[in-house]
């Protein structure tokens, strides 16, 4: 179910979402840390920043989930994202999928808004992922049938460390990564209510 056996093209071509969201991530890098573009300009418009978003610039709840700075940083989102969402972006459809995505992050980044500072400065997909592992404990959890055995022992281990990890690294938005979990929870509990969802 985690395990990814296809062949570049193949992966493209079954879960163009995916794939386009890590070339959006790869784009958006690039822009900020080449020397070819404005980048501190191209960060400035992009990055969640709490007093701005008060002032109406609304834009910044959602393309904070497309910005990475540090290498690492979108290494680890990134590959994450090619792990954890194909097996959902082929369960709930490709629009299903981008939507439900987004609505984790905006979800973190709203909490983050609420919750944080007003100068807080926030990036990073990590709101939105975490909200794909809320996703699916709301099905181990509320429909275990739906999920086969060799994914809830990868989730439920990956989650909690997840978490844990969470409050034991630097720089980390503790808000987005709980808050995009607990709204991948919800979503999920709403889904498995409206619609068959089934791994295979």
């Known amino acids: 179910m985690f395990v990814r056996t296809e062949s570049f093209r193949q992966?493209?071509?079954l879960y163009p979402v995916v794939t386009a969201l890590?070339?959006?991530h790869i784009a958006i890098f690039l822009a900020i840390n080449l020397p070819l573009f404005p980048q501190q300009l191209i960060f400035e418009k992009l990055a969640g920043?709490?007093?701005l978003i008060h002032m109406g610039e609304y834009w910044r709840l959602v393309t904070p989930i497309f910005v990475h700075v540090a290498f690492t940083h979108l290494l680890f989102n990134s590959f994450s994202l090619v792990l954890f969402g194909p097996a959902l972006e082929r369960a709930l459809g490709k629009l299903q999928f981008i939507l439900v995505y987004l609505a984790c992050g905006v979800a973190a980044n709203i909490?983050?808004?609420l919750l944080k500072p007003?100068?807080?400065t926030h990036i990073g997909a990590s709101g939105a992922i975490f909200g794909l592992f809320g996703?699916?404990?709301s099905i181990i959890f509320l429909k275990k049938e739906a999920m086969p055995q060799q994914g809830k022992q990868v989730i439920l281990p990956i989650a909690a460390l997840g978490v844990i990890m969470t409050f034991?690294?630097?720089n980390i938005n503790i808000t987005g990564h709980i808050f995009g979990l607990i709204a991948g929870f919800l979503i999920g509990t709403v889904l498995?209510?409206?619609?068959p969802i089934r791994f295979l």
């Open 22 to 24: 890590v070339v959006i």
């Open 11 to 13: 992966f493209i071509r």
């Open 118 to 120: 007003p100068y807080y």
């Open 168 to 170: 034991f690294q630097a």
């Open 192 to 195: 498995i209510k409206i619609r």
């Open 111 to 113: 909490a983050t808004l």
């Open 49 to 51: 920043v709490n007093v």
């Open 135 to 137: 996703i699916y404990l």
